[in-house]
């Protein structure tokens, strides 16, 4: 059960409130996020909530049975949109695609991806600074260095910024440079950072583990969320499967059960969704046939030179013309 207080409750009926929950058997955790603040009660007996629900100091109360709460349409049955600012929205009627290089390696690559952005009128660019990578001997990001310039340049465009952090520490020095925080896949279940990102007034998106399930996904939102922020995305970017002829298995299954499941939009990444630059485009389209409120895509003007992930990304013609095929697929199952 999930009961919104009321914004003019005052001590003494917020109590009696918290009382009442407790003769009824349910253990009652206070949530306060950036926009509202939630009791969000455990418990099994049957009662009838309308006891609990006409009480002044309740605003909207709702039973969830999901073990995840905030996150659950049960709670709130309209989509979630997210407001970058600028006209940049996501969620819902607005969809978005999130484009760059996997990593961010010089200020002349970044102009010329913010170039390519700008002529396609995409809004947001992808790039990681901090890359988690197999082998401590690969190439592991610019660091903030290359987050300042990314950002400086950005910002000149009216281009927003999304990029991932890999631990608690990096995120106060991120702050200034960043739109969107990604949460990668093998951080997906990193607790401690989901925590942290929970006090943060800055958009999240959350890539589903290598090895995990859309419940672990639901439920790895649900911390942040119950930390304070609600402004958060879930992104499928394919799983680890026994097939070993592509890098990932791009699960779009979980595109239309994550969207009955959750109030948060669906962001697909379909360059490790499937791991091979030929096939990228197919899988954008049948991510957004699926139903996905955005793609996160890897692109860069040479990809052959690449320092990561150059096997997987488009480049800027192919990047064209796969838009303009969202677009039409758009206009269909819109
Ligand atoms: C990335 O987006 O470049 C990345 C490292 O993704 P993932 O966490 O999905 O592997
Ligand atoms: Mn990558």
Known sequence: MIIQIAKEANGRSYDELISRIKDIGYKSNEVITQKGRYL????????DIRSIGHLDVVSDIHRVSDDYKLTSRKWKVHSTTIDLGDGVRIGENDFQVMAGPCSIESEEQIRSTVAQLVKTGVRIMRGGVYKPRSSPYSFRGLGMDGLKIFYEVCSE??????????????????????????IGARNSQNFNLLDALGSVDKP????????GSIDELLYSAEYIFSNGNERLMLCERGIR???????????LNAVP?????THL???VDPSHGIGIRRHVPAMSLAAVAAGADGLLIEMHETPEQAMTDGYQTVDYSEFESLLDKVNEIRSVVV
């Open 40 to 47: 969000v009660c455990i418990g099994k007996q049957d009662f």
């Open 157 to 182: 465009h009216g281009i927003k910024v999304i990029t991932e952090i890999m631990q608690v520490s990096q995120l106060e020095e991120m702050y200034p440079y960043v739109d969107i925080y990604q």
């Open 204 to 211: 999240v998106l959350i890539k589903r583990g290598i090895s």
């Open 241 to 251: 499967s026994y097939e070993q002829v592509y890098r990932n298995t791009l699960d």
């Open 257 to 261: 059960i994550l969207k009955e499941k």
């Open 265 to 267: 939009p669906v962001i």
